[in-house]
């Protein structure tokens, strides 16, 4: 199985797994892919696991003391529709 495809198979996972769950110690999300046979394999399987998370800051953060939640999203356009229609007020 190629990196890549590892890689994407186990954020999709861990992602899945957060939605599910909310915020979670590494060591559990680590459980979660050695049950789902992703992980587990390593010489440092934490290690390995930590470097996955350190490149997806902006889906995965980490809140502390070994625990991640997912990323709160963005609403999209928000800025621009609390603003149109009733800056012209503040003028008047």
Do not use: C
Not at 24 to 48: D, F, Q, T, V, Y
Not at 79 to 88: F, I, P, Q, Y
């Amino acid at each position: 199985m190629p990196k890549e495809s590892k890689e994407k198979l186990v954020k999709a996972r861990v992602i899945a797994f957060l939605g599910q769950n909310g915020t979670n110690h590494r060591k559990e999300i680590l459980a979660e892919l050695n049950r789902a046979g992703l992980m587990g394999h390593e010489k440092k399987p934490l290690g390995s696991l930590a470097i996955y998370l350190s490149r997806w800051k902006d889906e995965i953060i980490g809140v502390g003391d070994g625990n991640y939640r997912l990323a709160d999203p963005t609403p999209s356009g928000s800025d621009n529709e609390s603003n149109s229609g009733g800056s012209d007020s503040l003028f008047n």
